[in-house]
Each structure stands twice: as C-alpha cells, then as structure tokens.
C-alpha cells in the first residue's frame, strides 16, 4: 500500500474481553459496511447489538477446541492478518484466505485476575491469553495494510476515520506502537507473577501506566511525566484524588510521597510536614489539628510551600488552621470531612487529595537509575524492633524518654543521611538532614530549634545511622539532649557509648541503619 493511501476497511475481527462501547462501535462499523468475524463472548455481544457477524469457527470451517484454548490459531486468521496486500495477494486467494483488515482485541484480564481473593493457579494459568497477543502482534507487524485497535478509548475516533476514510499510515503505526506497548505490559505481569519467587530475576520487567504528563520536571528545563501501577495500593501517592488547586508538578508527587509514607507510620494521629525531600516538621497528638499546630511549630521557615501529610480524615478544623497559618504546596489525607473545601478555598492554588485508606502491604522493590542500568532492592520496611534494642549506657531511659526516643527514630527513618531528629513530647524539636557530617546534621538540628525559639534541653536524639566518634555526643550533650536512639556498629561504638555515660545520657542501640542518600 502507498504510504500516502488510507486503508480502507473491508473486514473486521473483533475479540475483547472489555466489552465497553462495544456495541455503539460495532453498529458504526457496520454502517460503514464492515464485515466482522467474531468469537464465545464477543460474538454473542456483536449478535445481540443485531449487527451482522459471523464466528471465527464458521469462517476457518474449525471449531473451537480445548475449552476455547484454542480458536482463533489458524492460517485463514493469521494469514488474513499477516498477509502483505502486495506480495501475497495470489498465494492468498490459493489458500481461501481472505484479508483482515481491522483487528480489535483486548486480553484476558490477567492482572485483575490474579488480584482476586480467589484466585489460585489454576485460575491464573487460564486467564493467560494466546491467542489474543498473536492477533495483535501480527496486525501490528503489519500495519502497512492492517490497523489494530486495543484499547476502548480508541473506538470512536477509529469508527469517524473508517467513516472518513482517513485511516492513514501515521494513524496505523501509532495504534500499532500502542499494540506493542500493550502486549509487552501484558507480558510483563505474567513474568512478574510467575517469578514472584524471584526476588530479582534475570530479567527485570517493570510496567507502569502514565498518569500524568507534567509541565516539567525537577527543573523546568527538564522534560517529566507520572506513571503509576495498574492497580496502585490505596493510601499510596499513585492512589491519589485531587479536589482543588493547580496540577501536580514532579517534585510535588515525589514530596507527597515522602510525607505520606512518614506519616504511615505512626499509629496515633501524626502531621508531617516535608520540603524538598525532608521531613521539617513531625507531631503526633490525640487530634490532627493539634499534630499540625506542633508539628508546624517545628519550623514554620521551612515549612512554607511544604507538604503536609496526615495519616487521619482531614477536618474543617485543621484545614483552618493551615489557611490561616501558612502557604503549602500540597495538604494530603486518607479521607476528608464535609467543609474542608471551603476552607480550602481560602488557598486556592493550594492542592487538597485524598489516597484512601492505608491498606498494611508490602511495597514491592525500590529501584534506582544510574548510568546504563537501575540499581534494585527490598524497601526499608524495617523501623522499630523493640526485641532487638539494648540499652548499652549505665543509665537507662525513663518512659518518656522512650516513648519520645521511639517517636524520634520513626522520623529519622525517612530523614536524608546523614540524619539527626531531635525530638520532645511527640514532636521534633529539630531536624538536621543531608550533610556529609553527622555533626555538622547535630547542630543544625540545634540551630534550627534555637531560631524557632524552642528549647532543646531535655529533648532526645535520633541517628539514623552510627556515630564514628564521639564528637556528636558532645554536642548533643552541649545544647541539653539526654538519650540517643542509634544503629550501633561503629568500630568506636566504646568511645562513643563512654560519651554517652559521661554526660549522663542513656543510649538505646537499635541494631538497625535507615540510610536514605
């Protein structure tokens, strides 16, 4: 075919295991005069739209076999699909077969399938589809003289095109790439549920959906987009509703996340408030107003243009109170109470969204770009195991010590390395992230604390990482700080637990590092 000449649509087959729209398409198709051949479900949908079709087994003059295994597997199907209009049209005609020039097919629902509560093997192997793939790879190899059609969305522009006769090659290969991109996702998620025993297998299959193409990216002169799973867990930033303000940037949704993960993982009501990466401000209190107003307090300078995460329905109440307080970026929750928009519309370049409730899940691997490939690990899901803390000073901690030095590791955990959380009463006091020095991160800890005018003394301190030397210890003790809460590990971990004993501070080692770079 001249690349210039629209395909003009003779024959249809039509085999969808997502029947949306099917029937408006069909009557369409037909009144541009296409003849559909057609199979089980997708045959008896196109009958009962009393559009005229006629089954696969009748046209191969084959049954259908295997419980419907096999159908559509035959020379006339892949032939009329596959056949070259100006290289095989004589062997075609010798043969019976006759061209296929539209092919619409969507796959068993495979990934909706195997999330099902009943699903067992059995009920997953089945639901693996052949035959549908074959047909789509075959009229997207050949979209010089056929056009596949895989997704529902396409329908109505495909049926005008038909209509207008303006179903051109850049039409073709577009729909023809989207075919691919559409068997290669399918692909994956088999893999990915086959290997699931794999923690990394040979070859590594990701499959994302786009979400959202961005202004851009972490700069402006950077291109971006947002992609998500199929089928995102709710409570998770790709799960997200968004009802007031502009649309997301790129470092909103990656902002957003790190709240909302922080916020995650505490079991009383807690705010989080996070800018560029880092949390500045964290509180748990008996209400979310009262988590937001210490949680705020923290650093209201770093706080403007934040994001503030909550891991409770956001009410009237608080949404006032952040109006009243601050400029934010994004305010998130699980759920949200009548009259917050209306609070909320005092800011309204200000993003409201909402994730649904945090479902306890597993949150697959991490994975990381570098130069040529992507570095892959478990998350770090681990923060706290009470069994495996040793107090390692002379003094041990009082309750509220504990309970506050529990509070502050929780934050550390999603602070930048190195990281050092001062913490008092269940809320930080100050935070020191990102430096190449953990005591350089202590004392901008303390420094920050001071400018808000708050007081250190008494306060406890996190480490998401060992202490080298005991210089750290030194200046926590300088500014007030009275127990640590830390991995452990250092080859000088008797020099630094001799610091601790000095200045009379208890010490609880964890066992555990949180290293976020």
């Keep these: 075919m001249n690349d210039m000449t629209p395909l003009t649509v003779r024959r249809a087959l039509i085999s ?53 295994r096999v159908k559509t597997l035959h020379p006339k199907i892949h032939g009329g699909i596959l056949g070259r209009r100006s290289l095989d049209e004589e062997l075609m005609k010798d043969h019976g077969i006759e061209p296929i020039d539209l092919v619409v097919v969507n796959l068993y629902p495979f990934e909706a399938t195997i999330v099902r509560d009943d699903c067992d093997r059995e009920m997953a192997i089945e639901n693996i589809d052949i035959g549908g793939p074959a047909m789509v790879r075959s009229a997207a190899k050949n979209h010089d003289d056929v056009l596949v059609i895989v997704d529902p969305d396409d329908y109505v522009e495909v049926a005008d095109r038909i209509a207008e006769g303006t179903i051109d090659l850049s039409f073709r290969e577009q729909m023809a790439a989207k075919a691919f991109r559409h068997t290669a996702g399918y692909d994956a998620a088999i893999a990915g549920y086959m290997s699931a025993k794999e923690p990394f297998p040979e070859v590594l299959n990701l499959k994302y959906e786009l979400r959202d193409a961005m202004r851009y990216g972490e700069n402006p002169h950077q291109r971006a987009a947002f992609y998500t799973e199929k089928n995102p867990s709710p409570g998770t930033v790709a799960a997200l509703q ?4 502009k649309a997301l940037s790129y470092n909103n ?3 957003t996340d790190a709240a909302i993960q922080c916020a995650d993982v505490f079991d009383e009501p807690a705010c989080v408030i996070v800018k560029h990466a880092n949390p500045c401000g964290v509180a748990i209190a008996d209400s979310i107003d009262k988590a937001y107003a210490s949680a705020f307090a923290t650093d209201p300078t770093s706080a403007f243009g934040g994001i503030i995460a909550f891991n409770r329905s956001l009410d009237r109440t608080t949404m006032a109170a952040i109006a009243a307080n601050q400029f934010a970026e994004v305010v998130v929750a699980p759920t949200m109470e009548p009259g917050v928009l209306d609070e909320a519309q005092k800011r309204k370049n200000l993003r409201v969204l909402t994730t649904g409730r945090h479902e306890t899940a597993g949150r ?38 504990q309970r506050d030095l529990e509070f502050a590791w929780r934050v550390a955990w999603f602070v930048k390395s190195n990281a050092i959380v001062f913490a008092h009463g269940g809320r930080t006091i100050g935070v020191g992230a990102g430096q190449m020095s953990r005591v350089i991160s202590a004392r901008i800890a303390a420094m920050k604390a001071i400018d808000e005018g708050l007081t250190v003394n008494k306060s406890v301190m996190a ?22 809460i830390q991995p452990g590990g250092s080859v000088r971990d008797d020099e630094v637990i001799e610091a601790a004993n000095e200045h009379g501070m208890a010490m609880v080692f964890t066992g555990v590092r949180h290293f976020r770079h």
């Design 16 to 68: 969808v295991s997502d029947k949306r729209d099917l029937a408006m398409f069909v009557n369409q198709l037909h009144r541009s005069g296409v003849d559909m051949l057609s199979t089980g479900g997708t045959y008896k949908t196109i009958k009962d739209a009393d559009v005229p079709v006629t089954e696969v087994a009748q046209y191969t003059g084959f049954p259908e076999i295997m419980d419907g």
């Design 253 to 255: 949704v990656a902002d």
């Design 463 to 484: 480490s998401d990482a060992f202490f080298p030397f005991r210089d750290g210890i030194d200046a926590a003790a300088e500014v007030g700080i009275t127990a640590v």
């Design 364 to 401: 697959g691997i991490e994975f990381k770009r570098v130069g040529g490939g992507i570095l892959v690990q478990d998350p770090d899901e681990s923060c706290l195991d009470e069994a495996g803390l040793s107090i390692v000073t002379t003094r041990a901690p009082t309750e509220v010590e």
């Design 242 to 245: 968004q009802h007031q303000g």
